[in-house]
């Protein structure tokens, strides 16, 4: 197989911070479903073994300046999969002449992308496009120039990647206000909660988005979702289902790119996952749900062979209420709507298996 470089966004979700010598930055090394200058399309899953090969090597992924073997700049502290693409956090070491350069370019955004150095392993060509099954990744470099069309700056605003941090009871009670004065003592190196004294990489955690421009100022962060609950931080139900309604116009919205509220909701989408719930942006319609019970009462009989399907009339039949179901959502949709209420999800969910067994039983 033939060897490779692919230079794709920086996307930095750049806080590029210091730590004892050393600097570090976060980004996408790789984007899903996106197809490069050499008619490639890189596919989820295409990093697994390659990352796996390196963890239980026990070594570290190389970090270059654009894809020079001698231009070492330190390593990659941590690369993974996301819905979105190969995502990765980098540490310069700033020991080094050229860490030092390179961090200083990086903070002024001279610094265009990232790149990867890697070997195709398996692909599959379909309507001539090569997507890329799997790959070995050699080496992930900061370069100048990025070669793809997708991959130039975007202003330095930053996505707080998915902390998984632990869910606070259901009932929790949220003020926003006071989480953030909250999250102000608990990220700072005396517990009071002063600017000077707060370390920010530590606060963004508890935030969806930050503008890393102005990272040291409490107002650059927006969408909090966690509050210090006895001593550890912690995701508030109440505020992950406020920020998503906020992401989704409520409350007038939140004033941040498009691009960033799709990040943002796919990390929302993990903690609503945790809570066993649907995100709002994701809840089917009423139709599809009508589709959905048709179908689950077709598998139902090829399972278990509890229906008599014999014919199209059974076929009519079972559909016919069914479609009785539907009028019965409706109707109790509008109710809803007309007292403004909102049924959760997952009573919902409940309705429509409670639903179902009663087409079951009706045959």
Same mark, same amino acid.
């Given at each position: 197989?033939?060897?490779k470089?692919?230079?794709? =966004?920086?996307?930095?979700? #750049?806080k590029?911070?210091?730590d /004892?010598?050393?600097?570090?930055? /976060?980004?996408?090394?790789?984007?899903?479903?996106?197809?490069?200058?050499?008619g $490639?399309?890189?596919?989820?899953?295409a990093f697994k073994?390659?990352? *796996?090969?390196w963890?239980?090597?026990?070594? %570290?992924? =190389?970090?270059? !300046?654009q &894809? &020079?073997?001698?231009?070492?700049?330190? +390593?990659?502290?941590k690369a993974?999969e996301?819905d979105?693409g190969?995502?990765i956090?980098?540490?310069?070491?700033?020991n080094?002449?050229?860490?030092?350069?390179?961090?200083?370019?990086l903070?002024?955004?001279? #610094?265009q992308?990232?790149?990867?150095?890697y070997?195709?392993?398996?692909?599959?060509?379909v309507n001539?496009?090569? %997507?890329?099954l799997?790959v070995?990744l050699?080496?992930i470099s900061?370069v100048?120039f990025p070669a793809n069309?997708?991959?130039?700056v975007?202003?330095?605003k930053?996505?707080?990647?998915?902390q998984?941090?632990?869910?606070?009871?259901?009932?929790? =009670?949220?003020d926003a206000?006071?989480?953030?004065?909250?999250?102000a003592?608990?990220a700072?190196?005396?517990?009071?909660g002063d600017k000077?004294k707060?370390d920010f990489?530590?606060y963004?955690?508890?935030?969806?988005? !930050?503008?890393?421009e102005?990272?040291?100022?409490?107002?650059s962060?927006?969408?909090?979702?966690?509050? +210090?609950?006895?001593g @550890?931080l912690?995701? +508030?139900?109440?505020?992950?289902?406020a920020?998503g309604?906020?992401?989704e116009?409520?409350?007038g919205?939140?004033?941040?790119?498009?691009? $960033? %509220?799709?990040?943002?909701?796919?990390?929302?989408?993990?903690? !609503?996952?945790?809570?066993?719930?649907t995100p709002p942006w %994701?809840?089917i319609?009423?139709?599809?749900?009508h589709?959905?019970?048709f179908?689950k009462?077709?598998?139902?009989?090829?399972?278990?062979?509890?229906?008599?399907?014999?014919?199209?009339?059974?076929?009519?039949q079972i559909?016919?209420i069914?479609?009785?179901?539907?009028t019965a959502?409706e109707?109790?949709? @509008?109710?809803?709507?007309?007292t403004k209420?909102?049924?959760t /999800?997952e009573?919902?969910?409940d309705?429509?298996?409670?639903? #179902?067994d *009663?087409?079951?039983?009706?045959?």
């Amino acid at each position: 197989m033939e060897e490779k470089v692919k230079t794709t =966004p920086l996307e930095i979700k #750049l806080k590029v911070s210091e730590d /004892e010598n050393k600097a570090y930055f /976060e980004g996408y090394g790789a984007v899903f479903g996106n197809i490069d200058a050499y008619g $490639d399309m890189i596919v989820k899953g295409a990093f697994k073994k390659t990352l *796996e090969k390196w963890e239980q090597s026990g070594k %570290k992924i =190389p970090l270059l !300046y654009q &894809h &020079h073997p001698s231009e070492i700049l330190g +390593v990659i502290t941590k690369a993974y999969e996301d819905d979105y693409g190969l995502y990765i956090i980098g540490e310069i070491n700033l020991n080094t002449s050229k860490g030092q350069e390179v961090y200083s370019l990086l903070k002024q955004g001279a #610094l265009q992308g990232l790149s990867i150095g890697y070997e195709v392993k398996q692909y599959e060509t379909v309507n001539g496009i090569r %997507k890329l099954l799997e790959v070995e990744l050699w080496e992930i470099s900061l370069v100048t120039f990025p070669a793809n069309e997708l991959a130039e700056v975007v202003k330095v605003k930053a996505v707080v990647p998915y902390q998984d941090l632990p869910l606070a009871p259901r009932d929790t =009670p949220w003020d926003a206000n006071k989480a953030r004065q909250n999250i102000a003592k608990w990220a700072s190196s005396d517990g009071s909660g002063d600017k000077d004294k707060v370390d920010f990489n530590k606060y963004k955690k508890a935030f969806l988005w !930050y503008d890393a421009e102005n990272p040291e100022n409490f107002g650059s962060y927006k969408l909090p979702i966690a509050d +210090v609950i006895n001593g @550890t931080l912690k995701a +508030v139900p109440r505020a992950i289902f406020a920020a998503g309604a906020v992401l989704e116009g409520a409350r007038g919205g939140v004033n941040i790119p498009d691009t $960033d %509220k799709d990040k943002i909701k796919r990390v929302l989408e993990k903690y !609503y996952a945790k809570l066993d719930m649907t995100p709002p942006w %994701k809840n089917i319609s009423l139709q599809d749900e009508h589709d959905i019970l048709f179908a689950k009462a077709l598998l139902e009989n090829k399972r278990n062979k509890s229906l008599p399907i014999n014919s199209i009339e059974d076929l009519k039949q079972i559909k016919q209420i069914v479609d009785e179901t539907l009028t019965a959502f409706e109707e109790i949709e @509008t109710k809803e709507q007309e007292t403004k209420q909102v049924e959760t /999800e997952e009573n919902k969910q409940d309705e429509i298996l409670k639903k #179902l067994d *009663e087409i079951l039983k009706r045959f």
